[in-house]
Structures are given as structure tokens and as C-alpha cells.
């Protein structure tokens, strides 16, 4: 079992700047792919940016050039920059890591753009 705990959320404003991090544990996780989700009240969840264990990433239309996923293996830790924050930016953000079928899940954390 892999646990996931996301911390960094909270309010900004518009243009501004914050960065999740989202700390695993329950065993390494070098391997696994981790990344992001996000979900705004009423909308579904939508994918963010993930990072596979090679260091290679992926990221949404809508981050690209403002969002950056990075990882350190040695601390099992996820991180999400995020840059240029818009109003539209504000959701519940969640952690992930998977591997073949498995996957596990951050409870969130939430993040909040004021215009």
C-alpha cells in the first residue's frame, strides 16, 4: 500500500505563485508514475501533469508553460510549481502514483485563485 499526502494548497492571487508537494510513503515509489489531478466545484476531475520514473513528463493544454512537475526519489516526493495562477486554476488538487494496475490516490488539497 502507498499513502499520499499533499500539502502546499491555499489562497492566492491571480498571476501569483504555489507549490504542492505531495509526500508518499508505505513503500518507494521511484518507479511508480506520479502526477496531478484537479477537480472544480461541478466539473469533473481532469488530469493536470504526471511524471514517470525516467524523469519525462506530461502536462494538460491548459498548465503548459506555467506548471511544472518534478520528483525526488530519494524523499518519495512529488512536487507541483505552479506559476502564473488564473482563476480558472482554482480546484481541489490531487496526488496519484501508479503502477501497472495499481493506484493510489491524495486526499487533496485545496487551491484557491482570487482575481
Known amino acids: 500500500q502507498v499513502q499520499l499526502v499533499e500539502s502546499g494548497g491555499g489562497l492566492v492571487q491571480a498571476g501569483g505563485s504555489l507549490r504542492l508537494s505531495c509526500a508518499a510513503s508505505?513503500?518507494?515509489?521511484?518507479?511508480?508514475?506520479m502526477g496531478w489531478f484537479r477537480q472544480a466545484p461541478g466539473k469533473e476531475r481532469e488530469f493536470v501533469a504526471h511524471?514517470?520514473?525516467?524523469?519525462?513528463?506530461t502536462y494538460a493544454n491548459s498548465v503548459k508553460g506555467r506548471f511544472t512537475i518534478s520528483r525526488d526519489n530519494a524523499k518519495n516526493t512529488v512536487y507541483l510549481q505552479m506559476n502564473s495562477l488564473k482563476s480558472e486554476d482554482t480546484a481541489f488538487y490531487y496526488c496519484?502514483?501508479?503502477?501497472?494496475?495499481?493506484?493510489?490516490w491524495g486526499q487533496g488539497t485545496q487551491v484557491t485563485v482570487s482575481s
Open positions: 496519484y502514483a501508479g503502477i501497472g494496475t495499481q493506484n493510489y
Open positions: 511524471i514517470r520514473w525516467t524523469g519525462t513528463s
Open positions: 508505505g513503500r518507494t515509489v521511484e518507479n511508480y508514475i
